[in-house]
């Protein structure tokens, strides 16, 4: 499956069904999509539209999990188009509707010609009708969508693996820093014991103020040994790679293991012993939160 991102746009047009031949009008919709952690539906319907919410709405929402969207319809008349003239029958049932109002409101003001036009104005098209045009050009803008958040998707996947292949270059470079620090540091505690037992008056023995030199170089050594943070980090990098493998619904597992990445990389700057250690683990924090930023916008 593919890798989608939460933002993309698409915007679709088509003529009204049964238009004449001059041209009855189009109908239009824009969708656009930015990231959320749930799905945030805004439709802005024209009332003509009004009845097909409840529809593009089920529609939106099989098909899109996450992100923020937001629906724009528009109903387009010709510009050559003139309104038809009201029948004889029209304009008495109005007059009569008026003399009516006039009756109880005298002070009323009459019918103006926009106010008749707009009164007398049949339906352009059946309810039903339109709401089948709708929702079919919302299927295919719905394709477009999809298919422009697929290309950010895949954009995006590609630079989170860009970065995962740079933190696991870093935990090579970590690795074989550790052995070589307990080493150094268990000589320099045999060596500080050894000038501390000349000069001292003491009677303890030499042996057993090596075995004292050799336990405190091992408690330092559990202290700064990241082996296993540097497990679990290549641990969560392999489950990066095989979400985006995999694709689908994958953002908040993303998310998740992004943290986990986080916590090690911070475990392993608090246990650092020396300037390289420090420096991996910055080096790591920027590509974390690189790609945090990354994560945030895939579904």
Excluded: C
Aim: proline share 4%; hydrophobic share 45%; no cysteine.
């Amino acid at each position: 499956m593919a890798v989608f991102s939460m933002t993309g746009y698409a915007a679709v047009q088509g003529p009204l069904e049964g238009a004449d031949a001059q041209g009855g009008g189009m109908l239009g919709l824009e969708l656009r999509s930015v990231n959320s952690r749930f799905l945030d539906l805004s439709l802005r319907l024209p009332d003509e539209l009004r009845q097909a919410e409840p529809a593009l709405r089920e529609l939106i929402a099989r098909q899109l999990k996450r992100g923020k969207v937001e629906l724009r319809a528009s109903l387009e008349s010709a510009g050559n188009q003139t309104p038809a003239a009201p029948s004889a029958r029209t304009l008495e049932q109005l007059r009569q509707l008026q003399l009516a109002v006039q009756a109880q409101l005298p002070g009323a003001a009459p019918l103006t010609v926009g106010e008749v036009l707009r009164m007398s104005e049949p339906a352009t098209r059946p309810a039903p009708q339109l709401q089948a045009q709708v929702l079919q050009l919302a299927r295919q803008a719905l394709q477009e969508l999809s298919n422009a958040r697929q290309r950010e998707g895949e954009r995006l996947a590609d630079l989170l693996r860009e970065r995962a292949v740079g933190l696991h270059a870093l935990a090579q470079q970590a690795a074989p820093l550790v052995p070589l620090l307990v080493e150094q540091q268990k000589k320099r505690f045999l060596e500080r014991w050894a000038e501390a037992m000349a000069l001292s008056n003491s009677g303890a023995s030499t042996q057993a103020a090596q075995e004292r030199a050799l336990t405190e170089a091992t408690a330092f050594a559990i202290r700064i040994d990241v082996a296993e943070e540097l497990g679990r980090l290549g641990s969560h990098l392999q489950e990066v790679q095989a979400l985006l493998s995999g694709g689908g619904e994958l953002g908040k597992r993303l998310d998740f293991l992004i943290q986990e990445l986080h916590r090690e990389a911070n475990t392993l700057g608090s246990k650092s012993a020396t300037l390289e250690l420090t420096r991996i683990s910055v080096d790591m924090k920027v590509l974390i939160e690189q790609m945090r930023e990354q994560v945030q916008n895939i579904e």
